[in-house]
């Protein structure tokens, strides 16, 4: 009996149950393609570029104010702090030494403690997207706090009655913690794909699209105001960043045969009893895809030294990198295949300086970031490398869009997966909890 026998519909049901809507049938569409004969890792690409098309015209304003408060505090000998960091990724991606990153907003993560915002008051620094009590404290001891809106906490603009951390007594809505307030753009499910047969969750987050990128424009344009000695009300640097993301983005969409081959194959493989992992070395990329508001439930993390334990040959695993010959990647790429695993690299295809033992040469798949720089992509007057990378960006990008068409393409083989619901959402843990159980069961 093949996989795709074995329980089908499960997820239609719950969903249907969750959702108070029916499901609709994958037959008559081709396999990778939506109702209106888009294919799905398209309409991601899409999504994202209008998230980018905001950030380039509404945001860059509010960039360059916040920049200028931030130029303040240096001058002023003040302190900085960021927790910015909602997608899963980000904690790392936005690390202080990351190669690229001028180190200007050091990252918090998810156990900061209320009592290390004790710290922050006048003349000082905050870039946040979790607008609790602690962050109002500071900001009311005269702190200049910047606020993101973001889909997973309350904010002016979220609907009522979907957001289950409403309940929470510590949150606050984004606008009562900040001096100035970026939009992220990512709607409030996370996800922006909408598939018939999984009626209860869009599918596909866009965070990084968001959060991370404004970490990044800002971060350039602090760099600029202090050793750049720019003029205050500028924001050309973070305008360069937005607009190198949009052009590599494109030459990723141009390459989206390749997404789309690999996607298929990710299902055949599925069809066959596979698994589906994640590895990366050094940051967080693997865990963009495990236990994800609106991703892939059967998607895990694995490291080599658990091949044995956890894989079988014909199992799959999607490596990520900064950098396109990290070592620890190439030698975790032969160990897996060593085992009879497929190896999906998502990263660039060589990097600055590389001496040409590069993750491409180790990989059975290859889906291009466009990103060959070792640090960043901007060039800024007193620093001596360049700073605000967009490897971790675009990969979250080619990773979704890849994500996409593996969940068109098992559904056109009646295999429709199981899919993450943000438990940000009323009802998210619960469905979450119910999917799982079946993931479990029969393995997607």
């Known amino acids: 009996m093949k996989r795709r026998d074995f329980a089908k519909g499960s997820f239609a049901g719950i969903a249907a149950g969750l959702a108070g809507v029916a499901t609709a049938s994958a037959q008559g569409r081709p396999a990778s393609e939506s109702r209106d004969g888009k294919p799905y890792g398209i309409q991601y690409y899409e999504a994202a570029v209008e998230i980018w098309k905001r950030e380039a015209a509404v945001e860059l304003p509010i960039i360059a104010q916040a920049a200028d408060a931030a130029a303040k505090t240096i001058q002023n000998g003040g302190k900085f702090f960021s927790q910015a960091h909602f997608g899963h990724m980000l904690v790392k991606e936005l690390r202080i030494g990351r190669p690229g990153n001028p180190d200007y907003l050091p990252t918090g993560n998810w156990n900061t403690k209320d009592e ?69 753009g990512v709607p409030f499910t996370n996800g922006c794909l909408s598939y018939p047969e999984i009626p209860a969750v869009r599918a596909c987050p866009l965070s990084v699209q968001g959060v991370g990128n404004f970490y990044w424009m800002l971060s350039a344009e602090i760099a600029q105001r202090d050793k750049g000695k720019s003029g205050m009300g500028k924001s050309g640097r973070a305008e360069e960043y937005i607009e190198t993301i ?15 081959a690999a996607a298929k194959a990710m299902a055949d493989y599925v069809a066959n009893g596979a698994k589906y992992w994640n590895y990366t070395f050094g940051n967080e990329m693997a865990d963009e895809n495990t236990y994800r508001a609106s991703g892939i439930t059967m998607s895990r993390n694995i490291n080599p030294n658990e091949i044995s334990e956890k894989a079988k040959a014909g199992d799959f695993v999607i490596i990520g990198g900064e950098a396109s010959d990290i070592r620890e990647n190439t030698e975790a790429a032969d160990a897996f295949r060593a085992a009879g695993l497929k190896v999906i690299y998502i990263g660039p295809a060589r990097t600055e300086g590389s001496a040409g033992d590069d993750m491409l040469r180790h990989a059975d798949w290859h889906i291009d970031t466009f990103s060959p720089e070792r640090n960043g992509v901007l060039d800024v007057p007193g620093f001596d490398r360049k700073i605000c990378p967009t490897t971790g960006v675009l990969y979250a990008l080619a990773l979704w869009m890849t994500n996409a068409q593996f969940i068109a393409h098992m559904i056109a083989q009646n295999m429709t997966p199981g899919l993450d619901m943000g438990g940000h959402l009323i009802g998210g843990n619960g469905y979450n909890k119910d999917v799982r159980a079946i993931v479990e069961k029969r393995g997607y």
């Not at 949009?246 to 390459?255: L, M, T, V």
């Open 116 to 184: 290390e915002y004790d710290a922050f008051g006048k003349g000082d620094f905050i870039f946040v997207d979790q607008p609790k009590i602690r962050v109002r404290n500071a900001h009311d001891r005269g702190a200049f706090v910047v606020g993101v809106r973001v889909p997973y906490l309350p904010n002016r603009t979220t609907p009522k009655g979907v957001l289950a951390t409403y309940a929470a007594t510590d949150n606050l809505l984004t606008e009562d913690v900040s001096d100035l307030v970026l939009t992220s």
């Open 246 to 260: 949009r052009q590599r983005g494109a030459k990723i969409r141009s390459g989206f045969d390749v997404i789309d």
